[in-house]
Antibody, heavy 121, light 111 residues
């Protein structure tokens, strides 16, 4: 059973960066394909990107290209999502999510509890 | 504007059968399988249906999925009060290099 535990809520000023962590247990990160999805208040789910093990690359949604960086620390089985140049529209709950296996075309079975990022001056 | 189109709301009374549609295109639903997620208020999404019509372990058989062409549907039979939630369809999109796309979500109200 995969468990994903995310870091706590953050409050950031416009223009700053935020880095959210997602600690994996039950599996190792190399056995998974971590994705990140966000949800603005009262809005739907928005896919930000994910790791494609077949290419060994992280794929980012075009909307976030140049502003988002997803990394992994396999020594601690922790995934990170860093979003820069924050603006008020980035206020959202950010989720890490993964299938229980490594691969791209698998549904997201497991989700973290979510991390609220608030961008406010 | 979501790539996949869902009705913003749906409703039904306990015991009824309701369906939620999800419309896409040849590059997403027409070419790839569809997954459905249920999001109860204040919680993270939960995988409800995968590969168009498969239920993960623990999901009641009251929930079923189907796909035809560039559209998919989620059906809930024997509606229960605890089914009140937001439902999202998702698929991969070949025109976006395999990126994941979500529907805008449907809020299901049990009257």
């Amino acid at each position: 059973q995969v468990q994903l535990v995310q870091s706590g809520a953050e409050v950031k000023k416009p223009g700053a960066s935020v880095k959210v962590s997602c600690k994996v247990s039950g599996y190792t990160l190399t056995e998974l394909s971590m994705h990140w999805v966000r949800q603005a208040p009262g809005k739907g789910l928005e896919w930000m990107g994910g790791f494609d093990p077949e290419d060994g690359e992280t794929i980012y949604a075009q909307k976030f290209q140049g502003r988002v960086t997803m990394t992994e620390d396999t020594s601690t089985d922790t995934a990170y999502m860093e979003l820069s140049s924050l603006r008020s529209e980035d206020t959202a709950v950010y989720y890490c999510a993964t299938p229980p296996r490594s691969g791209w075309y698998y549904p997201l079975d497991y989700w973290g509890q979510g991390t609220l990022v608030t961008v406010s001056s | 504007q979501s790539v996949l189109t869902q009705p913003p709301s749906a409703s039904g009374t306990p015991g009824q059968r309701v369906t939620i549609s999800c419309s896409g295109s040849s590059s997403n639903i027409g070419s790839n399988t569809v997954n459905w997620y249920q999001q109860l208020p204040g919680t993270a999404p939960k995988l409800l249906i995968y590969s168009n019509n498969q239920r993960p372990s623990g999901v009641p058989d009251r929930f079923s999925g189907s796909k035809s062409g560039t559209s998919a549907s989620l059906a809930i039979s024997g509606l229960q009060s605890e089914d009140e939630a937001d439902y999202y369809c998702a698929a991969w999109d070949d025109s976006l290099n395999g990126h994941v796309v979500f529907g805008g979500g449907t809020k299901l109200t049990v009257l």
